[in-house]
T-cell receptor, first 112, second 111 residues
Framework: DTGVSQDPRHKITKRGQNVTFRCDPI?????LYWYRQTLGQGPEFLTY????????KSRLLSDRFSAERPKGSFSTLEIQRTEQGDSAMYLC??????????FGPGTRLTVT | GQQLNQSPQSMFIQEGEDVSMNCTSS?????WLWYKQDPGEGPVLLIA?????ELTSNGRLTAQFGITRKDSFLNISASIPSDVGIYFC???????????FGKGTRLHILP
């Protein structure tokens, strides 16, 4: 069990650029979640997948954000036309059905 | 919307002391979770609680699911330096509901 992995760990980008993050869940986990965390706050839910189906999206997920999980394994989160307000830690978690969620180390995004 | 209130926001304690922190909600939750987060890392699951009144231990950590289902407590006994970090409570209504996180309790241990 290698745990949830995320890549990259850090990303610095200029405002207006597109960025893409990857998450590899624990291998037997069918659910994959994306969260955003800003300084001094707990993680906030963005979206989740059960296998390859995206089942729920938060209102935090503006139309500049898109997430995919094409084969029900790894997932990508893309942010288009980044804004300074997008600077945050983006966390991925996985679980078996609705059981405990296990988090990855996160990708810290800084938009300059 | 649902909100979790965690207290205290931060704690400064001496090594070896016991620690208590809690989480309250205006809504009922059917699952309570406690996570610890170190700087620059993702949260690590400590304890999961599924039944009102349940008391569960994980080493020096003990957590309880409140009878009203609107609160939960986490105790750490005999604190050690590696306990430093941010502790988050999280609640979940129905099993397929999203998890709501509190703002965290930051634990500092004085030498």
């Amino acid at each position: 069990d290698t745990g949830v992995s995320q890549d990259p760990r850090h990303k610095i980008t200029k405002r207006g650029q597109n960025v893409t993050f990857r998450c590899d869940p624990i291998s037997e986990h069918n659910r994959l979640y994306w969260y955003r965390q800003t300084l001094g706050q707990g993680p906030e839910f963005l979206t989740y997948f059960q296998n390859e189906a995206q089942l729920e999206k938060s209102r935090l997920l503006s139309d500049r954000f898109s997430a995919e999980r094409p084969k029900g394994s790894f997932s990508t989160l893309e942010i288009q036309r980044t804004e300074q307000g997008d600077s945050a830690m983006y966390l991925c978690a996985s679980s078996v059905d609705y059981y405990e969620q296990y988090f990855g180390p996160g990708t810290r995004l800084t938009v300059t | 919307g649902q909100q979790l209130n965690q207290s205290p926001q931060s704690m400064f304690i001496q090594e070896g002391e016991d620690v208590s922190m809690n989480c309250t909600s205006s809504s009922i939750f059917n699952t309570w979770l406690w996570y610890k987060q170190d700087p620059g890392e993702g949260p690590v699951l400590l304890i999961a609680l599924y039944k009102a009144g349940e008391l569960t231990s994980n080493g020096r950590l003990t957590a309880q699911f409140g009878i009203t289902r609107k609160d939960s407590f986490l105790n750490i006994s005999a604190s050690i330096p590696s306990d430093v970090g941010i502790y988050f409570c999280a609640g979940q209504g129905d099993r397929d509901d999203k998890i709501i996180f509190g703002k965290g309790t930051r634990l500092h241990i004085l030498p």
